[in-house]
Structures are given as structure tokens and as C-alpha cells.
């Protein structure tokens, strides 16, 4: 159980273009979904959470126009990143969590490559 | 400021030793602390967790050691395999919502 998936595991965008990641909770009903970054050989930075219904939470210094969020149902948040930049390359994660649940369950990432 | 430090960065251990890895965090208000294991190019897979309430949780060869009152946590791996060969990281959590403080993570590397 718990399982969450992430679409696509790979994308290469040129610059300039919008990308858009797909993070579904397949056994679960996820009230909270959290977006994260992580560069090679570091830590995660969590950038967002998502309410189910409600607008994006983001974390100080995370620009909101550029990574938006969608959190339309219960096992579906989508992050597109707007106008993507090589420096916006990086592996995306996503976790979810149910309704007062400390454990969050996290997709299997995504690597974006800006050209 | 980070608020859970993890320590070491790196570790080598030997097929069939014990791995240790430590964490320390300073927000009173932590009440959740977990441990993901991730193997490149995956997202991090929870690997046990443990509450304030309880000094140590066991899950087969994982054991979660806590010191509430020294505010540090660690994750002690018996009988190390190859397989467990992974980045380690403690996270924590607290309050109302639910987001996770994150160390930094131990790059973990046993050999056979």
C-alpha cells in the first residue's frame, strides 16, 4: 500500500518552455501533497505543500508564477514549472499524506534537463 | 539554519557489520521522526519512524535509538548487506503541517 507515482521519470525541455509532472497517489486518498527539489548530492528542498481544493503553501524564496501547483483531487497535484530555465533543471519528488498523517509516501521523482 | 543535523556525511562499513548513523535537531516541537533510504535516481523510500513517546523502535535489521532529552536520534543497521548500500536520511516533523525537516544525508556504502 501507500504507493505514489510520479509522470513523466524523464523529460528534456528546450528553454523557454513549460513542463508539467504528474504526482498520483494509486492506493490512497491524499489530503496533502508536497513538491520537493534535490540536487545531485544533497538534501531534499521541500518547495510547496497542496491541500486538496486550496492553493499551494510555498516555501520562502520558491517563486510561485514560475512552479505552479494544482491539487484538483484527492489522488492527483500537478507542478508545472512556467518558462523553464537549465537552471531550473533538478530532480522533482512528490509525497503525499492523508488527512492528519505524519508518514509521507514519495513518488519515484522526476529528472527535468532545460536546454 | 538547519534545524536537524546528520552526521556522518559518509560511511564505509564492512558486509555483516553495523552501520550508525545520528541525528540531532533542535525544535522542541518535533514529535515524528522518521528515516528514508534513497538509491540513486529514486525518490526516498520510508524506512521506519519513531514518536517522542517510546527510546527505541525495532524493524528487523533497523533500530531507531531516541534521546529526548539530548534531542538526537539514530538509525542503527545490523548485519549490514551490499544492498544497503544508500543515501540515509533522518528527517523530523512537528505542529500542524506535517512538513518535514530534513537532514542532510549519509552516503552509505557497504562492501562485501
Known amino acids: 500500500g501507500a504507493v505514489v507515482s510520479q509522470h513523466p521519470s524523464r523529460v528534456i525541455c528546450k528553454s523557454g518552455t513549460s513542463v508539467k509532472i504528474e504526482c498520483r497517489s494509486l492506493?490512497?486518498?491524499?489530503?496533502?501533497m508536497f513538491w520537493y527539489r534535490q540536487f545531485p548530492k544533497q538534501s531534499l528542498m521541500l518547495m510547496a505543500t497542496?491541500?486538496?481544493?486550496?492553493?499551494?503553501?510555498?516555501e520562502q524564496g520558491v517563486e510561485k508564477d514560475k512552479f505552479l501547483i494544482n491539487h484538483a483531487s484527492l489522488t492527483l497535484s500537478t507542478l508545472t514549472v512556467t518558462s523553464a530555465h537549465p537552471e531550473d533543471s533538478s530532480f522533482y519528488i512528490c509525497?503525499?499524506?492523508?488527512?492528519?498523517?505524519?508518514?509521507?509516501?514519495f513518488g519515484p521523482g522526476t529528472r527535468l534537463t532545460v536546454t | 539554519q538547519q534545524q536537524v543535523k546528520q552526521s556522518p556525511q559518509s560511511l564505509i562499513v564492512q558486509k555483516g557489520g553495523i552501520s550508525i548513523i545520528n541525528c540531532a535537531y533542535e525544535n522542541t516541537a518535533f514529535d515524528y521522526f522518521p528515516w528514508y533510504q534513497q538509491f540513486p535516481g529514486k525518490g526516498p523510500a520510508l524506512l521506519i519512524a519513531i514518536r517522542p513517546d517510546v527510546s527505541e523502535k525495532k524493524e528487523g535489521r533497523f533500530t531507531i535509538s531516541f534521546n529526548k532529552s539530548a534531542k538526537q536520534f539514530s538509525l542503527h543497521i545490523m548485519d549490514s548487506q551490499p544492498g544497503d548500500s544508500a543515501t540515509y536520511f533522518c528527517a523530523a516533523s512537528g505542529g500542524s503541517n506535517y512538513k518535514l525537516t530534513f537532514g542532510k544525508g549519509t552516503l552509505l556504502t557497504v562492501n562485501p
Open positions: 492506493d490512497f486518498q491524499a489530503t496533502t
Open positions: 509525497s503525499a499524506s492523508t488527512h492528519g498523517g505524519y508518514e509521507q509516501y
Open positions: 497542496s491541500n486538496e481544493g486550496s492553493k499551494a503553501t510555498y
